[in-house]
């Protein structure tokens, strides 16, 4: 009977009553007290659990190589012999698992150096991605979805150029349209409530009646003006930069990127890497281009709610519009730049420099002059479209304080410039060709339209309040 841990007699010999093996009492005991586990079975055991065994004590003679002194001696050094070769391979093994164990730091510490760096290259280039210049000669990178409109498009496109630009020259002023006496009496009619704060566009619908106003919060309304109230709302998801009207349905374009076409057929495109500053829809009605900070214009049709070409330039762009004709298109770039183009093909046509980055454009309804604004700038300058270079520019109106949304009126007579301080109605009478103010109001506002007529004006401040001038 061999004790199951030491391999000897026990002297006090107990037994497992799970188990049936046989230990020394102390050293089981001992293991119990630490463990709570057999040691051959590894099964929970307890001091409970062992049964004494009764047997006759056991004198185990002494061997008879430790019946003398030398014997012992000889004994002795065998031990220690044996002790100073296990303490040497213990420090062996010590040296050799402190070794493994810097090794094993090392490499973790690398492999977070190596995440650390690929997360950042990785947000670099997300943030890269709506900065890359592409130069004017790219390559196969300028010709990235610019392939130009289809042919049904450019049918489109062809008629209603032909169409309008026929009866331009040629068309009077409607009877009923407002004057320069009119517009001198305007003063405030309404003001709605702080509707969406951070708010920058606004569009009104052909009527004059509802206004589509969106704010920093990602929320769009449809404001009407005769009930002075909200009649719809709808969430965008992010800062509202620029709204149109594609008949009764609203469309905006937001901080993400996402362009959005709310009502019965509501569509998202998302082709822009960045955000979407600005929306134009063409003459026809049918087509809707924006433009965005990663350097491109997408054009989309709207009938089939698909995008349909994306062409990109060599600066980010900020605003966009639709020649009255829409032959052509025009993109105002943060490098001052207003680039156009071609509407059919999506080909380079022109670029005229406004100083700064644009802020905003608008063309005249007489197709051949456009306005243009720089950012934070007091001034607003005349383009012909028929010039080059300096000589483009036809006439600068100071305004006298900063400008930030500017709107001609159908008729081409009147140019309304807003602005933090204030609205001002410039006239131009063709038949002096002269420029005069015709009314400033310190009305603040971030965007300004022309209602029914030439008979009012609507203007949304940043606090989210429209407010009708008439």
Not at 10 to 17: D, E, I, K, L
Not at 40 to 48: A, I
Not at 109 to 138: C, P
Request: charged share 20%.
């Amino acid at each position: 009977m061999l004790c199951s841990i030491s391999g000897e007699a026990p002297q006090h010999p107990v037994a497992s009553s799970k188990s049936g093996n046989v230990y020394e009492k102390r050293l089981i005991e001992a293991y119990i007290a630490e463990n709570h586990k057999d040691p051959v079975t590894g099964e929970d055991l307890e001091l409970s659990d062992l049964l004494d065994l009764k047997s006759s004590r056991i004198v185990t003679p002494r061997p008879p190589s430790l019946t003398s002194i030398p014997s012992l001696l000889s004994t002795f050094q065998n031990e220690w012999d044996a002790l100073a070769l296990e303490t040497f391979t213990i420090r062996q093994q010590l040296h050799q698992t402190r070794q493994e164990l810097a090794t094993a730091l090392y490499q973790h510490d690398a492999a977070v150096r190596v995440i650390a760096r690929l997360t950042k290259e990785r947000d670099e280039a997300r943030d890269a991605l709506s900065k890359v210049t592409i130069s004017a000669g790219g390559g196969d990178a300028m010709q990235i979805d610019s392939q130009g409109l289809p042919e049904e498009l450019v049918a489109k496109v062809d008629a209603t150029q032909e169409k309008l630009s026929k009866s331009r020259r040629k068309r009077p002023i409607p009877k009923d349209w407002a004057t320069s006496e009119t517009i001198e009496k305007f003063g405030v009619s309404s003001a709605s409530e702080p509707l969406y704060p951070g708010s920058s566009s606004l569009a009104v619908d052909e009527a004059g009646q509802q206004v589509i106003v969106g704010g920093s919060d990602g929320v769009v309304g449809i404001y009407s003006i005769p009930e002075n109230k909200v009649e719809q709302s709808f969430k965008a998801g992010s800062a509202i930069t620029d709204a149109v009207w594609y008949g009764s349905q609203p469309v905006v374009s937001t901080s993400s990127g996402a362009v959005k076409v709310f009502g019965k057929d509501e569509v998202t495109f998302t082709s822009h890497a960045g955000s979407a500053n600005g929306l134009a829809l063409h003459p026809s009605g049918d087509i809707l281009a924006s433009v965005g900070v990663d350097k491109s214009f997408v054009f989309y049709d709207l009938t089939r709610g698909t995008a349909v070409t994306q062409v990109y330039t060599d600066s980010g762009l900020t605003t966009a519009a639709f020649h009255p004709d829409g032959h052509l298109f025009a993109a105002g770039g943060t490098d001052g730049q207003i680039k156009l183009f071609h509407v059919r093909t999506g080909e380079h046509a022109a670029n005229f420099e406004l100083g700064g980055p644009v802020q905003d454009i608008a063309f005249s309804e007489n197709g051949i002059w456009f306005a243009a604004v720089a950012k934070d700038s007091n001034s607003v300058v005349i383009f012909d479209l028929r010039k080059e270079g300096k000589d483009a520019e036809a006439k600068v109106l100071e305004i006298g304080g900063q400008v930030d949304s500017i709107r001609w009126d159908y008729t081409g007579q009147f140019l309304a410039a807003s602005g933090p301080r204030g609205l001002t109605i410039s006239h131009y009478t063709k038949s002096s060709k002269s420029w005069s103010d015709v009314i400033s109001t310190a009305v603040p506002s971030t965007a300004v339209e022309w209602g029914p007529e030439a008979k009012s004006l609507i203007t949304v401040n940043l606090d989210g309040v429209i407010t009708v001038l008439a």
